[in-house]
Antibody, heavy 125, light 107 residues
């Protein structure tokens, strides 16, 4: 069964740091782009960052650039999001998601077809 | 960054109704758009990718159309399980951007 499971969320003070993890199974992790998406309480979805299958390309939404770092450990099928200088605006449920198609396929689609259940991050004093 | 304007923001409809949700991009995104359904407290679910391709396992009452800047998601005959929030997501330009969502409620 294809699965992604987030962990690492919790309560942190403004200015603090947190590292989120996403453990994956059931597919060849090293063939897929991976993405983090977040959802603030009562708000819509916000794309946060993604990373190429080999880790050599990373993209971020402007609001987290310089503060968040996405990374991956292909041998251990894991995705990470290091979050520094956290503010109350970063309070959200953070979802890990997999791209629809592997980069090894003939036609590549960047939609997000496998999602975790999310991990909650609360930034508060 | 590209802006994605989704409308309406909320919609009341009845079981059996045909509903349409639209998403407009601030610049050309070809057909690089997906539609997602999210139920309360759950992860989003991919319904449509590449603007009009139905994801495997998604009922055929869902359909998508459009290209360039204007896109639609249509549900041909609403079922009780379709009441949820729907989002579009452009996946051509960085940063990726979601529409603000359409909450579909029971009339």
């Amino acid at each position: 069964e294809v699965q992604v499971v987030e962990s690492g969320g919790g309560l942190v003070q403004p200015g603090g740091s947190l590292r989120l993890s996403c453990a994956t199974s059931g597919f060849t992790f090293s063939n897929y782009w991976m993405t983090w998406v977040r959802q603030a309480p009562g708000r819509g979805l916000e794309w946060v960052a993604n990373i190429k299958e080999d880790g050599n390309l990373k993209y971020y939404v402007d609001s987290v650039k310089g503060r968040f770092t996405i990374s991956r450990d292909n041998p251990n099928n894991s995705l990470f999001l290091q979050m520094n200088s956290l503010t109350v605006e970063d309070t959200a449920v953070y979802f890990c998601a997999r791209d629809l198609t592997p980069t090894t396929s003939g036609v590549f689609y960047d939609a997000l077809d496998v999602w975790g259940q999310g991990t909650k991050v609360t930034v508060s004093s | 960054a590209i802006q994605m304007t989704q409308s309406p923001s909320s919609l009341s409809a009845s079981v059996g109704d045909r509903v349409t949700i639209t998403c407009r991009a601030s610049q050309d995104i070809r057909n690089d758009l997906g539609w997602y359904q999210q139920k309360a407290g759950k992860a989003p679910k991919l319904l449509i990718y590449a603007a009009s391709t139905l994801q495997s396992g998604v009922p055929s009452r869902f359909s998508g159309s459009g290209s360039g800047t204007d896109f639609t998601l249509t549900i041909s005959s609403l079922q009780p399980e379709d009441f949820a929030t729907y989002y579009c997501l452009q996946d051509l330009h960085y940063p990726r951007v979601f529409g603000q969502g359409t909450k579909l409620e029971i009339k």
